[in-house]
């Protein structure tokens, strides 16, 4: 158990449909990161969060959004739906503390996965 | 473009032997690498780490190896056991990138009985 916690487990929604993913990170761990996975692919890095603001973006679409709340939760957005975008989707977090997120060990929830039909 | 590459999707190794997971990357700046291991249904988990400043780690039987001269980096998984069977990634950290890990592609590992 890594102590990072997402929910739901799983999710299946229509095309068009908007959704919300949960985070929350190790206890301690300021920097919360969003991947995506799509079958037998390797993880896509969306976003980035450090205490509240953003730090880093990656191949996040405009219709996916995020935020890291006070308590250093964090929720990944998702709107306007496609099949394409059905995919498992991780969160990770780490310590926070060094320069760069590349410096420092990330822990990864189970993730959620998505269906979208 | 550049990118951090496995050189074999899958490995079939024996129970019992050596596994050896091989990855390439092409930023000769990239000074951090991390390999990852992910089970089936479950999120990546760190498995070890290494710097470019060192050439060699080891872990409980796993060993990273890393060669900048080629830009190679490996891992070595000593008596692989049944529940080694795993998808492994290797990470690198790129500068130009704002320290964003770059990921591979991922390489399963098959234990045959």
């Known amino acids: 158990d890594s102590g990072v916690t997402q929910t739901p487990k799983h999710l299946i929604t229509a095309t068009g449909q908007r959704v919300t993913l949960r985070c929350s990170p190790r206890?301690?761990?300021?920097?919360v990161y969003w991947y995506q996975q799509s079958l037998d692919q390797g993880l896509q890095f969306l976003i980035q969060?450090?205490?509240?603001?953003?730090?880093a973006k990656g191949n996040i679409l405009e219709r996916f959004s995020a935020q890291q709340f006070p308590d250093l939760h964090s929720e990944l957005n998702l709107s306007s739906l496609e099949l394409g975008d059905s995919a498992l989707y991780f969160c990770?977090?780490?310590?926070?503390?060094?320069?760069?997120?590349?410096?420092?060990?990330?822990?990864f929830g189970p993730g959620t996965r998505l269906l979208v039909l | 473009g550049e990118n951090v590459g496995l050189h074999l999707p899958t490995l079939s190794v024996q129970e019992g032997d050596n596994s050896i997971i091989n990855c390439a990357y092409s930023?000769?700046?990239?000074?951090?690498f991390i390999w990852y291991k992910q089970e089936s249904g479950k999120g990546p988990q760190f498995i070890i780490d290494?710097?470019?400043n060192m050439d060699k780690r080891q872990g409980q039987r796993v060993t990273v190896l890393l060669n900048k001269t080629v830009k190679h980096l490996s891992l070595q998984i000593a008596a692989t056991q049944p529940g080694d069977s795993a998808v492994y990634f290797c990470?690198?950290?790129?500068?130009?990138?704002?320290?964003?890990?770059?990921w591979g592609a991922g390489t399963k590992l098959i234990i045959k009985p």
């Open positions: 990770a977090s780490s310590v926070g503390t060094s320069g760069g997120p590349g410096q420092e060990t990330q822990y």
């Open positions: 206890s301690g761990d300021l920097s």
């Open positions: 969060y450090y205490n509240g603001e953003e730090r």
């Open positions: 930023n000769s700046a990239s000074d951090y």
């Open positions: 290494i710097r470019s």
């Open positions: 990470a690198e950290n790129r500068r130009a990138s704002n320290y964003q890990l770059i």
